[in-house]
């Protein structure tokens, strides 16, 4: 199913190192990799002189260090935050501490949805919840600097709270986890939700901006386009989701090994979750029915004929 989508792998930046990846953004990775991170978070500095941190990462020392050196001589006027996880936002009060630098972000992490009874938080692990910007976004606002401009875009999908920001001035979107170059993003509920990306793709679809840069690999060329190979292969999954449950398949596992094929182990949980992500997503539009809420432990039937505004 994955090969509807071109995946760029290359990356060159090495940790502590910043490097200017755009006219006016310089980038840092942090020492951080992963089979969710990649080669680690990346940092944007946008512009010069006075400057704002994109997404500062991990509660990471010699991270902060490399960054806060990499602005050395420099004036750090605002802090924005794409969303909450762990390898994003956590290095905040350590950057504002030292800066004195304003965070913006949409908002406090949040579940895309209320819990069901009975189930956990089970991605709590990976939030970070004690994450609080100075001053909540909105879809649609701007924020100025000293020679940039940036656009807050409301993206939820991989999280609730979810932002890219648009840079004005240079025509190029800071995507954050919502698009990336180098693999797909995850989709797991009850933090995340399918419909909110697929919704989130769609509007970046009606966006010109042709350079993407993503917090984690390399940037995002002809963005457009590939948003819409990102659209057409969840479409895809959804439809290959589908196919099985017709086939008989009626839980996630049976579903996760005959649709991921060649599935990195370590990958496994998150197939699980993003199978749940579909199937609740089919379910809430009358395709399929389960039994109470839809769960990770459910069973599932393909519904012969479609509930009609379900
Ligand atoms: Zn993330």
């Avoid at 956590?90 to 972000?105: F, L, R, S």
């Avoid at 693999?183 to 939700?193: C, M, N």
């Amino acid at each position: 199913m994955a090969d509807d989508i071109v995946f760029d792998k290359s990356f060159d930046l090495v940790p502590g190192t910043p490097k200017e990846v755009a006219p006016g953004v310089r980038a840092i990775v942090a020492n951080n990799p992963g089979p969710f991170t990649y080669k680690g978070t990346v940092s944007y500095i946008v512009g010069h002189g006075k400057v704002a941190i994109l997404d500062p990462g991990p509660n990471d020392d010699a991270h902060i260090a490399a960054l806060l050196d990499a602005v050395r001589g420099e004036t750090v006027s605002h802090i924005f935050v794409t969303h909450t996880h762990r390898d994003h936002s956590p290095a905040v009060p350590k950057v504002k501490a030292a800066t004195g630098a304003t965070v913006y972000a949409q908002g406090p992490h949040r579940l895309a949805r209320p819990l069901h009874t009975g189930e956990t938080r089970r991605l709590d692990a990976s939030a970070d919840m004690d994450f609080r910007p100075d001053v909540a976004l909105a879809d649609g606002e701007i924020v100025s600097g000293e020679g940039w401009t940036l656009e807050a875009v409301t993206t939820p999908g991989h999280t609730a709270n979810h932002l890219a920001f648009a840079f004005k001035e240079r025509d190029l979107l800071f995507a954050g986890d919502h698009v990336m170059a180098w693999s797909t993003t995850i989709v797991a509920p009850p933090d995340g939700a399918m419909s909110d990306y697929m919704a989130s793709l769609q509007k970046l679809a009606r966006r010109r901006e042709p350079l993407y840069l993503p917090g984690h690999g390399a940037p995002v060329r002809h963005a457009p386009r590939y948003v819409q190979s990102l659209i057409r292969h969840r479409q895809g999954r959804e439809a290959s989701i589908l196919h099985r449950l017709g086939k008989g398949a009626a839980d996630i596992p049976t579903i996760v090994k005959a649709v991921y094929i060649g599935l990195d182990a370590r990958l496994a949980g998150a197939a699980a979750l993003s199978t749940l992500a579909h199937l609740e997503d089919v379910v809430a539009r009358g395709l399929v029915e389960t039994d109470g809420p839809p769960s990770i432990e459910g069973t599932y039937r393909l519904l012969e004929r479609p509930r009609a505004g379900a």
